[in-house]
């Protein structure tokens, strides 16, 4: 009788442990990331840093040619620009700004194909091509 009035009382209990999970974005590369969610509920959405930048054999091509300024751009959307004998001695590390960054939101999707441009202070258009940028990881645009 014991044993029954026990396992009555445990179901309720396992029931209603099961039911208290909070829901929310549990991936950590989302934006809306909760640590306290054990439950998706299917809200993440993401976005991502996307840096432009080069080096100073590219920066060192760019007089011979009469470039003086890049300007930056992506989905057609100017982005930002810099001199064309700036440049960086390595890699920027995902927190720096390159040459110039971009953060793009990708709602509810973890990448996003985004058009890139570089054009000089001319206008005239040095790289037009497609790029794919993920969530959760550095993203770059090195101008060669």
């Known amino acids: 009788m014991m ?3 026990l396992l009555f009382l445990a179901i309720p209990f396992a029931l209603l442990l099961t ?3 909070k829901q929310g ?3 950590p590369k989302a934006t809306n990331y909760s640590d306290a969610a054990n439950k998706d509920d299917g809200s993440c959405t993401y976005s991502e840093t ?4 080069q080096d100073l054999t590219a920066a060192n091509s760019w007089a011979p040619l009469g470039v003086t300024s890049l300007k930056f751009y992506v989905n057609g959307q100017y982005i930002g ?3 064309a004998a700036e440049y960086m001695t390595g890699i920027p590390s995902c927190t720096q700004q390159g040459q110039s960054s971009l953060t793009i939101d ?3 999707n973890t990448s996003a194909n985004v058009q890139v441009t570089v054009k000089d202070q001319t206008d005239y258009v040095w ?5 794919t940028v993920i969530a959760g990881s550095c993203n770059y645009y090195q101008v060669f």
């Open 3 to 5: 044993r029954n009035f």
């Open 19 to 21: 039911g208290c999970k």
């Open 25 to 27: 974005c549990v991936d």
């Open 50 to 53: 996307l840096i432009f930048w």
């Open 81 to 83: 620009s810099c001199l």
């Open 106 to 108: 990708f709602g509810k």
């Open 127 to 131: 790289y037009n091509e497609q790029i």
